[in-house]
């Protein structure tokens, strides 16, 4: 079954399904109709074997007196005979007809056949029970056995003495109405498994035709990497919302695709700047030294400077490139930080990065969970966006309390426009483009922030600049 495929699987299941529905179905009105005639013939058995209550025989009809003289004198036979004798098999409303003396002995009736006597019989005629039904077999004047529906009924003689008489049909009557109703059952059964399985072979297709089109989109996308192809996604059933889930599947891909291409342009777009900065120098100092020529001395001192700045600058956009492409499902590392050692670390690199600044801490003790390198990147690009934006001879506050760092320069600003892209990977404000910075050191703070439980955000500063805020849950003391 697993080499069919899904049409063909759902039409067999489809076809075995109703073929069980069926059988169970022709089972269950083969055995009502059984019953149903056996019930008939048992009622007829009892009109045939009803005997007339005890009593004189003034209060009898002459059918029952002579029907009682009769089985009298069938008994009286049998009485004085050692064996019994077979009588015909006549047509007429009674089939077979025998009386059983009260020592179980059957006592045949004149052409009236002779059947099998047994202990249900024999009970009966010794008084233990009023009725006996069961199958049987009686035997006709040829000698041949036939399959017969027995009913004994006690009686008691003119002359009190107990007996039974038992009566008997054909079972043929029975057995043959069912073999023909078996047949017709058989035969509306298999025309109905087939008919199922043509029905099923077209609702399956019916049904899988929206499979058939995803398939189809599936082997587009695969051939030509087309992820703007959407299938049709109508209804609210389990096929529309397979539709809608592929659709949303192959919006994120494409999305994916999307920034994966704005990341590439935007580093490409990043690194030229400082690459051309750095071959241009390079340039100048090897065609002096080619010509024979000298550079003045502090210009040599400039070029090598400005070409160490632009390497710097590419050490930094390389590192905070690599930041960005670890996965955000990776789980970095956890452990238990010192938030105000690494605030203070910082804090050392910002004053070392601008000399000309004053730069203020006030920081108290707080302890978070996350990566210790991550965190200390992410606090260090808060406080060099703070040094490079801020004028010189200002100044820079870095506070700490409560598990909420704050940054606050005196610089221009960000206008309010800009702030909803400030975290953006390689957004730069229009006032910043001039400056050095790769334009993904916010980026970085959000993630590592969101990664450690926090929540981070830049505000304008009264009387201008700029206030960050980082938010990080933790306690005062290790372990909180």
């Given at each position: 079954m697993r080499r069919l495929s899904l049409r063909g699987r759902l039409s067999l299941l489809t076809a075995v399904a109703v073929a069980v529905a069926v059988a169970a179905c022709a089972t269950a009105s083969w055995f009502m109709v059984r019953d149903q005639l056996y019930k008939e013939l048992?009622?007829?058995?009892?009109?045939?074997?009803?005997?007339?209550?005890p009593g004189p025989p003034g209060g009898r009809g002459p059918r029952d007196s002579r029907r009682l003289?009769?089985?009298?004198?069938a008994l009286a036979r049998c009485e004085a005979a050692a064996t019994t004798t077979a009588g015909q098999w006549p047509p007429g409303p009674f089939e077979v007809m025998q009386v059983v003396n009260a020592q179980g002995r059957p006592c045949t009736v004149p052409n009236a056949?002779?059947?099998?006597?047994?202990?249900?019989?024999?009970?009966?005629?010794?008084?233990?029970?009023?009725f006996a039904v069961h199958d049987g077999t009686g035997v006709t004047a040829d000698g041949e056995r036939v399959d017969v529906r027995v009913r004994t009924?006690?009686?008691?003689?003119?002359?009190?003495?107990?007996?039974?008489?038992?009566?008997?049909?054909?079972?043929?009557?029975?057995?043959?109405?069912?073999n023909d109703l078996a047949l017709a059952l058989a035969a509306f059964a298999a025309l109905g498994v087939l008919a199922a399985a043509g029905t099923g072979l077209m609702v399956a297709r019916a049904s899988l035709r929206p499979v058939d089109e995803l398939t189809a989109v599936t082997e587009h996308i695969a051939r030509t990497e087309d992820l703007g192809i959407r299938i049709p996604a109508e209804g609210a059933d389990e096929i529309a919302r397979l539709s809608?889930?592929?659709?949303?599947?192959?919006?994120?891909?494409?999305?994916?695709r999307d920034h994966q291409q704005q990341l590439i342009a935007d580093a490409g777009h990043e690194l030229r700047t400082p690459l051309t900065s750095l071959r241009t120098n390079i340039d100048l100092l090897l065609r002096a030294e080619a010509t024979g020529r000298d550079l003045p001395a502090e210009t040599r001192h400039r070029l090598l400077v400005s070409v160490k700045a632009q390497m710097r600058e590419l050490s930094s956009l390389v590192g905070d490139l690599l930041e960005l492409a670890r996965p955000?499902?990776?789980?970095?590392?956890?452990?238990?930080?010192?938030?105000?050692?690494?605030?203070?670390?910082?804090?050392?690199?910002a004053r070392l990065r601008g000399p000309g600044l004053?730069?203020?801490?006030?920081?108290?003790?707080?302890?978070?969970?996350?990566?210790?390198?991550?965190?200390?990147?992410?606090?260090?690009?808060?406080?060099?966006?703070?040094?490079?934006?801020?004028?010189?001879?200002?100044?820079?506050?870095?506070?700490?309390a409560g598990g909420e760092l704050t940054v606050r320069d005196h610089g221009p600003g960000i206008p309010g426009e800009d702030l909803p892209h400030v975290f953006e990977r390689f957004w730069r404000s229009p006032s910043a483009r001039s400056l050095p910075g790769s334009g993904l050191g916010l980026s970085i703070v959000a993630r590592v922030v969101t990664e450690a439980g926090g929540e981070v955000r830049l505000d304008p500063a009264p009387g201008g600049g700029t206030l960050a805020r980082v938010r990080l849950p933790g306690g005062a003391e290790r372990g909180d």
């Open positions: 048992d009622r007829r058995l009892a009109a045939m074997a009803s005997m007339p209550e003289d009769d089985l009298a004198r056949g002779s059947l099998t006597v047994t202990a249900e019989d024999a009970r009966v005629a010794r008084g233990e029970r009023d009924q006690a009686f008691v003689t003119p002359g009190g003495e107990r007996a039974a008489v038992s009566v008997a049909l054909d079972l043929d009557q029975v057995e043959g109405p069912l809608r889930s592929f659709n949303t599947m192959t919006a994120a891909l494409a999305a994916s955000e499902e990776a789980e970095p590392a956890r452990e238990t930080v010192a938030l105000h050692d690494v605030a203070a670390r910082a804090v050392e690199r004053a730069i203020e801490a006030d920081i108290e003790p707080w302890y978070v969970t996350g990566d210790p390198a991550s965190l200390e990147r992410a606090v260090v690009n808060l406080l060099d966006n703070a040094v490079k934006f801020s004028p010189p001879g200002g100044a820079v506050r870095v506070r700490l």
